[in-house]
Structure formats: structure tokens, C-alpha cells
């Protein structure tokens, strides 16, 4: 078995002038064949994250190599791949009697990470750049020892592959991908559905020891390569056959290349991806037996071949979806054409009925108008002849009034007349 392993620094974090938070490595000693990969959290709370991932991966290295050691080989053998799920799984009962073994190795590896970031606190007290993006509280438990493990927070993954058996663990978000014969390639650790968007499980979690998933076969059975990438990787190409696809692509350049080649071409690659991609850090480390990956390359082509043939149909399945959503659209916005095209007939109908109603109103308006003027001046003509008629009225009333006392005057001027005839008669009579 061999191994290589690189970590870049992620296109976002140059932009803004961060550090890289990732860390890998990778030791092939003695028949021991190890891959780590550890991605440090990127808030503002885990501002020594690229300190813990880093210290991580030294220690998980350090600590397998006395595991190998001390391991009794007679334990695993014959054992069949056996994948175990995180220890909050209610189902996950750990019947297996390895369990106890790896949870030493898993505490071994979280108490030693911890010691050594909080001897790291000790020796390095917070910087002025440090204080200036912590909250109070952060910094005010860092001071204090309270913590300390959560400025270092980071993920940890790993492969271990010896003569006789293999084994790999994980904590945390990433994927781990293994190529084999048949499937092509699989996910030997269970996936942690806690691990979802910007949240993940992690070293500095009160409850990491909880947190492990691993797997292993001691049965003689090894896959041809594991590909260990952090999130950046598995964020830039989404669907896990995407990754699996460019793991093979790894897998055919180390069928055909050097391993330093390899590596040449992994160091172009990745900044790439990182800048078209996720943006973020990415780590890579594989193990991988050349010989397997040449015999079984075939049926990775085949895979590929079928994958991209399901993708082609999935496609074209889609584009004549979307033909026929295409279609149903374009009848209904010729029926909605046609529908506008009426409306507006109708429009410019009501528009021309309006215009001859406005014309008959103006008209009508005109009409009033002068009906108005005639009646104003017929009123204006009645008031007149009001005035007069008032006028005349007092008049008429003066003249009865002048009538009455002449009527009064000729009465009187009558009997006058009578008296002084009687009074002449009277005179007549008496000369006789």
C-alpha cells in the first residue's frame, strides 16, 4: 500500500487573508499504511482551529502507531467488513467486542488533543489580532480555562491499513470514499446525518467519544483505495458520484503515473476547484494499492460509463420534462395571446364608444350651458316684471286709495247739493 496527501489553502480565505484551517498527512512505515485529514472550524469562535486540526492529525498518527503495536492481530481476524454507526444511534448496541478496543484508541487520541491544545493556551495567551474578533465571553473563558477546547475546534478522519487487516474512523462532516471491485466505490464509515449545512460534529464537542463512527475487516478484504477529502471537497462536486468520479480520475493518473507525479497534479488541481468550487480549504489524502487500482480500473470506467449513461438519461428525461412544460407553456401563452388580442378589440371598442359619449356629454354640456344662460335670463326677465308688478300693485293701491277719498268727496259734495236744492226749494215755496 502507498499513500500521498496534500491540504491547500482555500480561495476564500486567501481573499480574505485567513489562514489555512486544514491539515493532512499521510506514513507509509513497516507495513503500517495511515492517511489523516482534519478540517478546523471556520466562526470566529474557533480562531485556533489551524492550530487543533493540525495538532489533531499529529496526535491521531502518533496514537495509531502505539495502537498497531499493542493491537492483537488475533482479534480482528477473519472478522468481515464491519461498518459502526455514532454511539447515539439507539440501535447501535456495540455487541462487537472490538468496540471497547477502538473507544481506548478514540479516548486516547481526544484526551491526548485535548491536553496538548490546553498546554498550547498556556504557552501562547491571546494575541492583539485574537482579542479583536472574540466576544467578551470567549475571551474571558480562554483566560480562565474554561473552554479552551472550543478555539481549537476541528473534524478528524482516518485510514489505517496493515498487512492483516484495516480499519478507519471519523468525526465530523468530509466524506471518506473507497474504490473497490464491485461496487465501484463506497462510503466505509457511516455517514452522520448530525453533520448537515454549516453544522458538524467535532473534536471539541463535550461529548466527542460519542461522536466516532468507524469501520474495519480483518478477513483478508481491502479496497483498492480510501480517498479522505474535508468539506471543501465534497462541497465543491455536491452529489457523492461526483466525488466518486473524480476519485477515479485520481485513481487512472496513479495507475499510469508516479506518486510524486500524482501529487504534482493534485497540487494544480485543487486550488482550482477551491476558486471554481466550495472557496474553502481542501485536504486530500488517499491510500491505495496500484496494482488493485490498475487490475479493477476497468470497472471504474465501466461505472463511470453507466453513471454518465444514468446522468444522460436523467437529463434528457428532464429536457423532455421541461420540452413539455415548454410546450403547455406556449399553448397557454398563445391562448393567453389571443385572450389579450380580444381584450384589446375590446378596449379600443369601449375606447371609441367613450369618445362618442365623451363627444355627446361636451355637447350635451354645451346644451345645458345655454339652457342655463336662457334661464338665467328668463329669471333675471321674471324678477323684472316682479319688481314691476310690485310696482304696479302699490300704484294700483294708491289710486283706490285717491278713489275712496274722492268717493267720499262727491258723496259729500251731493248731499251739499241736496241741502242747498231743499234750501232753494224751500226759498221757492215760501215766495209763493
Request: with cysteine; hydrophobic share 35%; proline share 3%.
Amino acid at each position: 500500500m502507498e499513500s500521498i496527501n496534500y491540504t491547500c489553502i482555500g480561495a476564500s480565505h486567501i481573499t480574505e487573508n485567513k489562514v489555512c484551517q486544514d491539515y493532512s498527512l499521510s506514513v507509509n512505515l513497516d507495513g503500517l499504511c495511515v492517511a489523516v485529514v482534519s478540517d478546523g472550524h471556520g466562526g470566529k469562535r474557533y480562531f485556533r482551529s489551524d492550530i487543533g486540526s493540525k495538532t489533531a492529525c499529529k496526535i491521531t498518527i502518533a496514537k495509531i502507531k502505539e495502537f498497531v503495536n499493542n493491537f492483537d492481530k488475533t482479534l480482528i481476524a477473519g472478522k468481515p467488513f464491519t461498518q459502526c454507526l455514532a454511539q447515539y444511534d439507539p440501535k447501535n448496541n456495540h455487541n462487537d467486542k472490538l468496540f471497547p478496543i477502538f473507544y481506548q484508541l478514540f479516548t486516547s487520541i481526544v484526551s491526548t488533543w485535548y491536553a496538548q491544545i490546553e498546554q498550547h493556551a498556556l504557552g501562547n495567551p491571546l494575541t492583539t489580532a485574537e482579542r479583536e474578533i472574540c466576544e467578551p465571553e470567549w475571551i474571558s473563558d480562554f483566560e480562565n480555562g474554561i473552554k479552551i477546547e472550543k478555539s481549537y475546534g476541528c473534524t478528524l478522519m482516518a485510514a489505517v491499513f496493515m498487512p492483516e487487516y484495516w480499519f478507519a474512523f471519523h468525526i465530523g462532516d468530509g466524506k471518506m470514499i473507497a474504490l473497490q471491485n464491485n461496487p465501484a466505490y463506497i462510503e466505509p464509515v457511516p455517514w452522520d446525518d448530525r453533520c448537515f449545512l454549516n453544522g458538524t460534529t467535532s473534536l471539541c464537542d463535550s461529548n466527542a467519544l460519542e461522536e466516532f463512527r468507524y469501520c474495519y475487516c480483518g478477513n483478508g478484504s481491502f479496497p483498492d483505495a480510501v480517498f479522505l477529502g474535508s468539506d471543501g471537497m465534497d462541497d465543491t462536486f455536491g452529489a457523492t458520484e461526483n466525488l466518486a468520479d473524480f476519485y477515479i480520475k485520481i485513481a487512472r493518473l496513479l495507475s499510469e503515473n508516479t506518486s510524486a507525479k500524482v501529487l504534482t497534479d493534485i497540487k494544480e488541481t485543487l486550488p482550482n476547484l477551491s476558486s471554481k468550487g466550495s472557496k474553502d480549504d481542501m485536504s486530500l489524502a488517499v491510500i491505495f494499492d496500484r496494482k488493485k487500482i490498475v487490475a479493477n480500473l476497468k470497472n471504474y470506467e465501466n461505472w463511470q460509463y453507466e453513471n454518465l449513461n444514468v446522468k444522460i438519461s436523467e437529463k434528457q428525461k428532464h429536457t423532455e420534462k421541461i420540452e413539455k412544460e415548454k410546450q403547455s407553456k406556449l399553448v397557454q401563452y398563445e391562448s393567453a395571446k389571443a385572450k389579450k388580442a380580444d381584450k384589446e378589440n375590446e378596449i379600443t371598442k369601449l375606447l371609441t364608444e367613450y369618445e362618442s359619449l365623451k363627444k355627446e356629454c361636451e355637447e350635451a354640456e354645451s346644451g345645458i350651458e345655454k339652457l342655463k344662460n336662457f334661464l338665467t335670463a328668463k329669471n333675471l326677465k321674471v324678477s323684472l316684471l316682479k319688481d314691476s308688478l310690485d310696482t304696479a300693485e302699490t300704484e294700483l293701491k294708491k289710486i283706490e286709495k285717491d278713489l275712496d277719498f274722492s268717493a267720499r268727496d262727491l258723496q259729500a259734495s251731493e248731499n251739499e247739493l241736496r241741502k242747498e236744492r231743499a234750501e232753494l226749494q224751500e226759498l221757492i215755496n215760501k215766495k209763493k
